[in-house]
């Protein structure tokens, strides 16, 4: 029937190891035990304590759960009872778990003498399945299957004794060629019940057997698909479970009589979907003619326990060679077996640092004695670990393995083959060849990662220039020097590529060759050297030679000439750094640009020069300019290029004495020199006149907007008198001139008109690189006189005119009062 396993992947105490932790529950007859496990409706299941202690399953006590060696206790019909605390579910060495189609559980504790103890029932089910122990005991899940459906979860929770099935947790998204569910198990990592059976995948055209694997959130109480990955035909029958580090492993039985296990990595696993990556063992008949097997649960040393409907018996996972005697024959109608314990496991990877042909691949290979216990061969193309690994495979705790690798395509031989094996961060095995072994650890659940790592038969050289600055700080990468490996084989060949002894350095400072050998033994000596330019003193050089699977050594080199790097083997990585700082003096020229007025120059627009004994030339920041190495003297220092509208400002330097546009140098001096051009200002004038004697008008107010100017604009008042204060520099009237404009449209409108006269309105002009630095003209801006105003006699209408009439008016005004007076006098008189 159904083959349903779950591992869980932390552990629980033994027994008496929880009875020394855990208040002891109170003892339970068999039949309390039963009589409480009535099945409540839950919607969620709701966190629960640690287990109780149980009672030693191994005694007969009267208040101790029934027991037998033979056959486990038939479930008994249950009735509603106030719940108490029910039997534990053990996390530890000999202990498994059984589940019959009609809803029995029964604990299994393998060892010296086998003891099979019932913990009680769910009722109302006929077809259970899928059998889990969630961490630490705490609870068990299983399913009862309909069609290829679920029709609802069940769950066991030790620390009440109840037996339940969840509400609302049934479940028929499976696809439709899995004929029925056979396997479950609690991911740890997640804590979700995860569950799944055989069917097929692909296209019509192209289908292929596959495992499918679903997901159920006890939280949420819902269920996704995980994804599903190839098995071998026939298989229909089988069980899952994880290992603590959230691995999935897939025990599949074939109608032929085969048994292999498939593994899914952690990181497959969660990212899931079709055809998921997995590792599977050689397909292996059980010995002992086992057949009908359905269920299997994993002890803390490795090994398997596999049960068919009544018998239970232990195996070596990677032989499947029965281990001992029958653990027992008494099981009635089980269809699964569970643990929660995580599997010991051995994963095997390949690290390729680089290929000789692009079509190389490797094979790897797990062996226990003379027996496979699986391999895979790499499909990758890039440098770095390989796809796919090989593993996890579930192995048995303190076996040692042979694990090796061969040439898939290619030759091996063009490689070196070294491997290292690591347990939680320590070396447990390592050698230099392509195959050794590694001795599992004792401890139950250990993982263990080895790594095989192949290198081409190239050593690489890899030759790196630093240079200081003047006064011996400041590291950088040094261009343009010459430096040199020059390969001489000492055993067997060897050929270095490129085939030049020197190289010139680029802007990393870094050259490299290649040294190609004939065989693994062959060896060879690098010379290691430099051509010392002027001006320049050595300051250190050492290379370190780093070998595959050994220690580094260095090598020192005492001066320019170098030294000789021996015993370069096949895999070295030859790795050197030659370190040197000026001797006379170092010459920065630098550029400052001051867009004040205008402009989007950078400092890369001009280009400086120093000539002198040395001419050094170019842009700021180039290298050609910056700490330049220069002798001793006096340089002329010079720019061009420089863009439209920029006006150049003196030579400034530091650290050397500077006189207009030559600076002199001292021995170990650092001079840094800088010139700063701006953009240049504009200006702009006119001037106000009548339109009818074309005369100067004083008076007028502008309102003048554009770049950098307040939004409303600035006003603009006609100076006449030295000296000017306002925007307006000329103090002739009617006269205007503006300064420092900064480039751009600017527009001036006449917002007073001079006395007696109608405002001319408004003009527009531009401050660009083009005109920047002179004086735009705009020209007369004329104005028309009011309609019945007198012409001033010079200077325009202004306030002469207007004293003028005033005076004559009032001159008329004394003449009459005069006469009335005179008038009024001579009255009197008569």
């Not at 002798?631 to 004495?657: D, F, I, M, V």
Request: aromatic fraction near 6%; charge should be neutral.
């Amino acid at each position: 029937m159904a083959l349903g396993m779950s591992i869980g992947l932390a552990f629980v105490a033994t027994p008496a190891a929880q009875a020394a932790i855990a208040p002891a529950a109170a003892p339970v007859s068999a039949h309390a035990a039963t009589s409480q496990t009535s099945v409540r409706p839950a919607a969620a299941d709701a966190p629960t304590p640690e287990p109780s202690a149980d009672a030693d399953t191994s005694t007969s006590a009267p208040s101790a759960p029934a027991t037998s060696t033979t056959a486990p206790v038939a479930p008994r019909s249950l009735a509603a009872q106030p719940l108490a605390a029910g039997l534990s579910l053990v996390c530890g060495t000999n202990y498994a778990y059984s589940i019959a189609s009609g809803g029995a559980l029964t604990q299994i504790k393998a060892g010296g003498s086998p003891v099979t103890t019932s913990i009680g029932s769910w009722t109302g089910v006929s077809s259970a399945n899928g059998l889990a122990i969630a961490a630490n005991g705490t609870k068990a899940y299983a399913y009862e299957r309909s069609g290829n459906g679920i029709s609802s979860i069940l769950t066991y929770t030790p620390s009440t004794g109840a037996f339940a099935k969840v509400a609302n947790s049934s479940y028929f998204g499976v696809d439709s060629s899995v004929t029925s569910l056979v396997a479950g198990a609690v991911n740890l990592s997640t804590g979700h019940f995860a569950f799944g059976g055989f069917g097929t995948a692909g296209p019509w055209w192209a289908t292929y057997p596959a495992f499918f694997v679903y997901d159920y959130d006890p939280v949420a109480n819902t269920f996704s698909q995980v994804g599903s990955f190839r098995t071998n035909s026939g298989e229909t029958n089988g069980d899952m479970a994880f290992d603590a580090q959230g691995s999935l492993y897939v025990v599949s039985s074939a109608s032929s009589g085969t048994t292999s296990i498939y593994s899914v990595t952690a990181a497959n696993y969660t990212a899931g979907g079709s055809d998921m990556t997995r590792t599977a063992t050689d397909p292996k008949s059980l010995s002992n003619g086992f057949t009908g097997v359905n269920g299997i649960a994993f002890d803390t040393d490795g090994s398997v326990l596999l049960g068919n409907g009544s018998t239970v018996r232990r195996y070596d996972p990677t032989t499947l060679a029965q281990r001992g005697s029958d653990i027992t024959t008494g099981l009635s109608s089980s269809t699964d077996l569970a643990s929660c314990n995580s599997p010991v496991n051995l994963t095997v990877q390949k690290n390729v640092t680089g290929r000789v042909n692009s079509t190389d691949q490797f094979t790897l290979k797990v062996a226990n004695g003379a027996t496979t216990v699986a391999s895979a061969t790499t499909t990758s193309t890039a440098p770095g670990l390989q796809s796919p690994q090989l593993g996890p495979l579930a192995v048995v705790a303190g076996q040692t393995y042979t694990i090796s690798e061969t040439a898939a395509s290619g030759s091996l031989s063009d490689y070196t083959s070294s491997y290292v094996c690591t347990y939680g961060g320590t070396t447990i095995a390592s050698g230099s060849t392509a195959s050794g072994s590694v001795t599992m650890p004792t401890t139950g659940g250990a993982s263990v990662n080895c790594v095989f790592t192949n290198s081409p038969l190239l050593a690489t050289v890899a030759v790196h220039k630093t240079v200081l600055d003047i006064n011996g700080d400041n590291p950088a990468p040094g261009a343009g020097w010459t430096l040199g490996a020059a390969t001489t084989a000492t055993t067997g060949s060897a050929t270095s590529a490129p085939s030049a002894a020197t190289q010139v350095t680029p802007a990393s400072g870094d050259v490299n060759w290649t040294v190609a050998f004939d065989k693994q033994t062959s060896r060879a000596t690098v010379r290691v050297s430099e051509t010392q330019k002027s001006g320049w003193d050595f300051v250190s050089g050492s290379c370190v030679v780093t070998p595959l699977g050994g220690s580094p050594r260095t090598v020192t080199l005492p001066g320019v000439t170098g030294a000789d790097v021996t015993g370069v083997a096949p895999g070295d990585a030859v790795a050197c750094t030659i370190t040197n700082k000026p001797s006379a003096a170092a010459l920065t020229l630098k550029k400052q640009v001051d867009n004040t007025y205008g402009g989007g120059s950078v400092v890369s627009d001009w280009t400086l020069t120093a000539t002198g004994a040395k001419t050094i030339t170019g842009k700021t920041g180039d290298p050609s300019v910056t700490a330049a190495v220069v002798a001793p003297g006096t340089y002329a220092l010079a720019e061009s290029g420089s863009p439209a509208g920029y006006a150049a400002g003196a030579w400034t330097c530091t650290g050397a004495t500077v006189s207009g546009s030559s600076v002199t140098v001292a021995a170990n001096a650092n001079a840094v020199c800088t010139i700063t051009n701006a953009s240049k200002p504009g200006s702009a004038v006119w001037t106000k006149t009548s339109k009818s004697t074309g005369e100067q008008l004083a008076g007028s107010e502008w309102t003048l907007t554009g770049p950098g100017l307040p939004a409303q604009g600035v006003v603009v008042k006609d100076c006449t008198t030295a000296p000017c204060t306002g925007p307006d520099q000329d103090p002739a009237p009617g006269a205007f001139r503006l300064d420092k404009l900064a480039w751009g449209t600017y527009t001036a409108k006449e917002t007073l008109a001079p006395a007696g006269y109608v405002a001319a309105g408004s003009f527009t002009f531009t401050v660009s690189a083009a005109n920047a630095g002179t004086t735009l003209n705009i020209g007369a801006q004329q104005n028309e006189q009011q309609a019945g105003a007198v012409l001033p006699l010079t200077g325009g209408l202004g306030s002469d005119a207007f004293l003028l009439g005033g005076g004559a008016l009032l001159f008329s005004a004394l003449a009459v009062l005069g006469v009335l007076r005179l008038r009024r006098n001579a009255r009197r008189a008569s």
